[in-house]
């Protein structure tokens, strides 16, 4: 017995040793391996011969996503981790009604919960503290990614799409797809998809190393032929008014932003109060559609102190830099290094 | 040859239970260290490496053991002499007891701690400049104190405080504005969201 585990530890030193020959094959193994090279499948979703479900490219399988996501009636249970706070469970519904609108709802489980409702267009927001009121709205300002999981071709010139392969998430076998930004200046997701069904089960959100930074997991997913019952019993009528809301003018563009990381793009700009301190910013919010940055323009505070500031609050990025008397801060869940890039390429006009 | 790898390639994908393979893994140093490979493969491929990457601890383990001096009989000690003996068990229950307070004053603390409120997630923060809606707005993550007296960095922290939820409301407001924009463009391509109200610099 002890013989044997001798020759065990003599033959593991001697493997070791070649440890880095058997690296280089890790390549030549990698390239010969037929399997493999089917479950690399990368974009181009040309392979004939395989199972009909890994057939499909990471493209693909994005418009099964959002037209599961779409039209299917289906209840989900995930749960959401962010970075310091705690875990926070949701029920995700949706169904189409008898006469083809689409009705969504969302519920937070813990605490005092809050309500979004969608039908069709219409946004109805039930939370404590405020009183009900609905918006003009397509989606759902919540924590699901609703351009990627519902329009992830408008993506496409910001992010590839890249199939990693199999895995078994929430007890069912799901496709893995790498979500990259096509410059590296933002996140990463990483997407798992039920194979059956292309809805979401897992998504996590990774810094540029890969680290976690969000993550959403599925709990528990039923799709089922008819809208849940809980639809039936919503009285439209008595859903909350409408907010007709008036877009504030446009403004004169007196500064400028020569550095946008590619797929953004000014989706607004404005002038407004800040709530709390009621300070006048110039506002410009920056979108790929699928990460918002926030860039303020304001005078500097006078009783903060004058170095720059670099936070992170959950997974966003805060940044504030001074520029003489006037400060830029920048918010959103990007690299530290890309606020930065934003910045500091701001030039103003009008001075 | 081939096949043995493919079998080996669905193993460790998931996608086969075929036990004699095991056993060949047993045996084979070949296909072992093929197993090693694939799993390093998948890590790769999955961006699941850990930093610093040492595939093989069971070398170490049994560098280890081989060097782990044998224990032939316990060494005597103080505690061995008998006055000691009995004395030691008072001071370890006199321990135990201090041990005993110390966890329930924790359990005090901890169940203070957890009984906070909970915070709320992004639904949470209203539009303040939105019309007809009454009520406050509640701190988005960094906590306002009014008790304690104002500092530069309570006036940081309401500053910052201001700009994170004045940037939550600017992000439920963003779809509003690009929903109205889809209709002003009436079946035009969607997806252009800089036509509308706001000016594009370039």
Known sequence: MSQTIHNKFINNKRRVSLRVIALLHVIFAFLSTQAFAQGLDVQSGDVSNAKPTSQLSARAWLTKMSEAVRELNYHISFVVLKPGSEAQPYIWRHGISETGVEMEHLSMLNGPGQEVLRMGDQVSYFEPNVPAYSMRSDVINGPLPETLLSAPETLLGAYDFVLVGRNRISGRSAQQIRVVSTDGSRFGYVLWLDESTGLPLKLNMVDLKGHLLEQIQVTALQVTATPHEHFSRIETSKLPQVIEFNPNKSLEATWNLAFMPIGMEIVKRDRHRLPYTGQWVDYVMLSDGLVNVSVYLHEKNGAVADQDLLLRSESNTFLTRNHGSISVTVIGKVPAQTANAIASSITVANQ | ?202
Not at chain 2, 42 to 59: N, Q, W
Request: aromatic fraction near 4%.
């Open chain 2, 1 to 202: 040859m081939t096949q043995e790898h493919e079998n080996l390639s669905a193993f460790v994908d998931g996608e086969s239970q075929d036990s004699s393979l095991i056993s060949a893994l047993n045996d084979n140093e070949s296909l072992n260290a093929k197993w090693q490979r694939y799993h390093l493969i998948r890590h790769s491929l999955r961006k699941e490496m850990p930093e610093f990457a040492d595939f093989d601890i069971s070398e170490q383990v049994a560098n280890a053991i081989e060097s782990e001096p044998a224990i032939l009989a316990p060494k005597k000690t103080w505690r061995d002499v008998p006055v000691v003996a009995s004395v030691v068990p008072f001071i370890k229950q006199g321990g135990q007891l201090a041990i005993a307070a110390s966890v329930a004053a924790a359990v005090v603390i901890g169940v203070q701690q957890m009984n906070q409120p909970v915070d709320v997630g992004p639904m949470n923060s209203t539009p303040a400049t939105l019309p007809g809606i009454k009520g406050g707005l509640s701190p988005v993550s960094l906590e306002e104190t009014r008790t304690v007296p104002r500092t530069d960095v309570m006036e940081q922290r309401k500053v910052v405080n201001s700009f994170l939820t004045d940037h939550r409301n600017q992000l439920r407001m963003k779809a509003e504005s690009l929903h109205n924009q889809d209709e002003a463009l009436n079946g035009q391509e969607k997806g252009s969201p800089d036509n509308g109200e706001s000016n594009n610099p370039q």
